[in-house]
C-alpha cells in the first residue's frame, strides 16, 4: 500500500517546487517527500531536526502542483 503512495524522483522534485512557490518563506526550514507523504520540518541552528508536521499525501499535493505547472507554462509560451 505505501508503495502505491510513493512518487517519482522528477514528481518529487515538482512537489517541492510547487510548495517552495507557495509556502511563506519562513514557514518551515526544509520540506521533505517520505512514504508518500510531505511534511514541513524545522531545525535547530545545528541542523539537527526539532520538529514537524505533515502538510499532505504527495499523490494529492502533485495534482495542484501539475496544475501549477501547466499554468506557469502557458503563462510563458503566452496560451491560455
Do not use: P
Not at 508503495?3 to 517519482?8: D, E, F, I, L, R
Not at 515538482?14 to 517552495?20: K, V
Not at 499532505?56 to 501539475?66: M, R
Amino acid at each position: 500500500m505505501e508503495k502505491a503512495n510513493k512518487v517519482s524522483e522528477w514528481e518529487e522534485d515538482l512537489i517541492l517546487e510547487y510548495l517552495w512557490a507557495h509556502v511563506e518563506e519562513e514557514a518551515y526550514d526544509d520540506i521533505v517527500v517520505k512514504g508518500g507523504r510531505v511534511y514541513g520540518v524545522w531545525r535547530t541552528l545545528e541542523g539537527a531536526w526539532r520538529g514537524q508536521e505533515t502538510i499532505g499525501e504527495a499523490k494529492q499535493i502533485l495534482v495542484e502542483a501539475k496544475k501549477w505547472e501547466e499554468m506557469c507554462e502557458a503563462q510563458f509560451t503566452g496560451k491560455s
